[in-house]
């Protein structure tokens, strides 16, 4: 390096004492600011670490669960009640419910329809009513597993200890529920998935058109100018604002449309508004237009201009170039960018809250016109609630959230190395 | 020859004009913003609220009556004031002891008969200038002082470049004068980790360890469970990857003759970096903490999550305050009904909140422009 002169190579005595009793503290000055440095690197990955342990602790580990009624006791001649007929787990619901209640299943569907998983549920969820009583986070229940076990002999004599992943298929494939036990994230994936699915569909060709005009088709007048400062501000602006944005136009104005009474397409009339996934979609979409500009404008930039003139030179019109030249070869940077911004929408939840996310949905959406929950939305509201149990699910809900984002993250890179050898 | 000719096509004139639609729909998001953004705020500055003066009429008024006798109890009416009984819009244009002359039937109300004991009512607007100098906000009572939100925006965001301006100006300064290609292949996707996780699971970090970390060092007296201190922090935490992948490209803008010539007159690596190769850079850096800024003012989740609920107007970082954003969410988070206050207010804070990012985001491209040292 440039600063490590061997002594030999200063010439004169004087220069060196000139400059020798200095030169030690600036290098000394050196080593403590690279020290500082270092840290700051270190603290930003000890902060990641950091969240990631956070959410892990919490998703698995010890849990404490009281049954309001005993399993043993509900066995008939002895066969436990995971192994019992249809018939006798029918009858079991039937002596320990409500009668009102037990009419509103068979009133669902005929009880001789029920699968015997239904209602072995039916009978966990009504009749045994388990109830976690406390959890243990992953280090405690590593660490202190026997200190666990004694303090929750004595605190809960009647539950079940237990080394418990919160993150389960259950857990997956079940509806949303007031007990954290039951709940599940399978309505808010599939709203998070709908909702992605309408802003791809709006942002995606809009995006990749404006880029293709900024690059290809402008000159530079004044509004193109305007249009092209505009699109940088626009992706400074916060979520929230496009929320409210949202909030206004979709959901209020656009209403007809987005509730889905222009088409005839209303289950009921008296709750349609425009709450729907469409409204969210569309704002969402709104909001990712810019990223998906900017980035398929660099890709389009990246392509070089000989194959445009080439083209151009074989008498091939503007569109003809564009079309199959310009955009083939800019393909996969601008589908790279479109995954990072749809990520980046997966994860939004503040315009959604703003939007109108209704948080308890037990049903599956069933198209754009539905009312729905999200991933994202899903979490901030198990947070928001002031039971432990329910920061767990949270937990088990965020690992969901982060292994959707890691699979949409690395698509993108795939796509950015298996191509990018092609120019 | 002719086969040679141009040929019209129709066609191409209608994607361009859609491929034109495409980008002009950014003008129509901005033009939509500013426009509801403008209207609904306009609408929650005109807004006419009832209040009651606890004031009576204390005789039978008649239609063609022109003055009212009232009881002195309540506030004091005074002339000009616009006045509301029953479901008529009067305004005051003398008062005499308990005699009230007013014009009737104002805003296309009917003038009709009342009896008395009816009580007064009298106008009240929020007003731009109490909204922009008070310090409570409490829609319940109609008083609506944006301080108290504006203060817990800013001190959590304070909080937050407190931690990632040093932070991250650090570890770009690492990544550019200091890190071997190996340390950045690495380095470089952890910092990108860090930016691609949502924002409400750093609500979730904030809330279960931020806080209770925050306190079981200040202790539980001190820290209350929702505070603004912990929000700020992970916020800074969040836009991290943010001013150290900004700053970062600057430094290493500063082209590779400027490090060399300075190595070369003796400089250490340390003064390159720090004396010659940062104020090179300086115009990109200053625009990476102004964006910084604005993103940690907008910032949302966070605060939603863990700085809590209720406005609060406080300089205490361990009380909990509500800020601009995190008001909005739990404002909108029940089914909000329109042209209620409460609607027409979240739109009032969202202009401002817009203003103000708006406004640091043209500031920071302007720095960059206007400062940008060019070395060719």
Redesign the interface.
Known sequence: MFNKRKPSQVPHDAEKDAFQPHLHSRHRAGRVWLLVFQVSTLIGIVALSALLYNVANAAFGYAAIENKVDPASLSINGIPLEQLHPLDLTYILQEHVSEGLFRKFAREKPMEEYSREEIYDLVMRWVVQPQVVETWTLFDSLAHRDEIMRQAAEKYPQARIFFRSWLTSQFLTTPQSSKPEFAGVRTAILGSLWTILITLLFAFPVGVGAAIYLEEYTIDTPLNRIIQTNINNLAGVPSIIYGILGLAIFVRLLEPLTSGALFGYVKDATTANGRTILSAGLTLGLLILPLIIINAQEAIRAVPGSLRQASLGLGATRWQTIWHHVLPSALPGILTGAILAVSRAVGETAPLVVVGASTFITFDPDGPFSKFTTLPIQIYQWTARPQAEFRNIAAAAILVLLALLLTLNASAVLLRNRFSRRL | MNKLHKRP?R??GF??G??????????L??V??VY??GK?SLNFFTRQMWENTNKQIVADVRPEDLTLTINSSGSDLHSGEIIKISEEIMQVTAVAGGQVTVARGLQNTTPGAYNAGLDIFESRRVSLVKFFTTTRWEPQIGNFGIWPLLNATLMTSLMAMLVAL??GL??A???SE?ASQRVRSW?KP??E??A??????????A???MTPLLRSVFGKGVVEIYNTAAAGIVIG?LV??LV?SMSEDALRAVPVSLR?AA??L???????A?KVVLPAAISGITAAFI?AI??A?????IV??AAGAGPNFTFNPFKSAETM?GH??RI??G??S?DSIDYNS??AI?LV??VI??G???VS?RVVRKFREVYD
């Open positions: 096509r066609g191409e994607i361009q859609f491929l034109f639609l495409a980008a002009a729909l950014s003008i998001t901005t939509g913003i509801e953004l609904e040093p932070l650090s570890i300064i690492y990544l200091y380095l952890i910092l980790v860090l691609g996780i949502p924002t409400v699971v750093y609500g979730y970090f809330l279960t360890f935490i991290i990857p150290s060399q190595y070369g003796g400089a250490t690596r340390l003064e390159v720090l964006v604005s993103r003012i907008g910032e949302t989740m939603a999550i954003t909005i969410v909108s988070g089914d909000l329109y979240i739109f969202g909140l817009f990012t708006l640091l985001n043209i491209q």
